[in-house]
């Protein structure tokens, strides 16, 4: 059985560590987040199945983090915040929160949510659709999950990494237009600097390279990007 992963953002540090002991009680791996400029980074490199998010935050607030946390993953997130206002539950739920606990909480009540997601994302009340992929050779794209499985290799992606996956695995073996990539990747394309995408496509193959896919990406002079597949991954 997976164990499932809990990552608390929160910055008061007793409350955290109190809630974190109460949860490991049920058998749940929980982390609380150490530095709150960097709670992407700690975010996936932990891969929880759930957060719990504050709204006072130092630097920016729990409605910031919401959003760009909503950028890579659809894993449920519970704002737990003091601020018990009709338009702050408001924000929570418009900024991609998908329920809103108050300060001073019951840790029973707590509990009793986070099992009511954890169900309903991922066990007995999960939609049972079959998970979309995309296949080219022995590569495949699991988009759900943001990973590229080849042979015994699994590599995490982040959204605009998966993206670009999408259109050259989708596509191949054509060419993707760089217009194409740039209209996926950037809903205004006017304030995008030309070099930025030769950024993230470097990203791309860099990764590739790093987690043994011998596969890569070839620049196709004055129309884009094609996905060349490695004889092994062919």
């Given at each position: 059985?997976?164990?499932q992963?809990?990552?608390?953002v929160?910055?008061?540090l007793?409350i955290?560590?109190?809630?974190?002991?109460n949860?490991?009680?049920?058998?749940?791996?929980v982390q609380t987040?150490?530095?709150?400029d960097?709670i992407l980074?700690?975010?996936?490199?932990?891969?929880p199945?759930?957060?719990?998010?504050d709204?006072n935050l130092?630097?920016?607030?729990g409605y910031?983090?919401?959003?760009q946390?909503?950028?890579?993953?659809t894993c449920?997130i519970l704002f737990?915040?003091?601020?018990?206002?009709?338009m702050?539950q408001?924000?929570a739920?418009?900024?991609?929160?998908?329920?809103f606990i108050?300060?001073?909480?019951?840790?029973?009540?707590?509990?009793?949510?986070?099992r009511s997601h954890?169900?309903?994302?991922?066990?007995?009340?999960?939609?049972?659709?079959?998970?979309r992929s995309?296949?080219?050779?022995r590569?495949?794209?699991y988009?759900e999950?943001?990973?590229l499985?080849a042979?015994?290799?699994?590599l995490?992606?982040?959204?605009?990494?998966?993206t670009?996956l999408?259109?050259l695995?989708s596509?191949?073996p054509k060419?993707v237009?760089?217009?194409?990539?740039l209209?996926e990747?950037?809903?205004?394309?006017?304030?995008?600097?030309?070099?930025?995408?030769?950024?993230?496509?470097?990203?791309v193959r860099?990764?590739?390279a790093?987690?043994?896919?011998?596969s890569t990406?070839e620049t196709?002079?004055?129309?884009?990007?094609?996905?060349?597949?490695?004889?092994?991954?062919?």
């Open positions: 059985m997976t164990v992963r809990i990552f608390i929160e910055d008061d007793k955290a560590e109190l809630l974190a002991d949860l490991r009680k049920y058998h749940y791996e987040a150490k530095d709150f960097r980074e700690e975010f996936e490199a932990f891969q199945h759930i957060i719990l998010l709204i130092p630097s920016y607030d910031y983090w919401c959003r946390l909503r950028q890579k993953t449920p737990i915040s003091a601020r018990s206002g009709e702050d408001i924000f739920l418009e900024n991609g929160g998908d329920d108050t300060k001073p909480f019951h840790y029973e009540i707590v509990l009793a949510k986070i954890l169900r309903r994302a991922y066990g007995e009340y999960s939609p049972k659709q079959e998970e995309v296949k080219a050779g590569l495949t794209l988009l999950r943001m990973e499985h042979k015994s290799v699994v995490p992606l982040q959204k605009k990494e998966c670009i999408e259109l695995l596509q191949y060419v237009s760089r217009e194409q990539l209209e990747l950037w809903d205004d394309q006017t304030f995008v600097d030309e070099n930025t995408l030769n950024v993230n496509m470097a990203r860099k990764k590739l790093d987690y043994g896919v011998h990406i196709v002079r004055g129309a884009g990007y094609r996905l060349l597949l490695a004889k092994e991954e062919a």
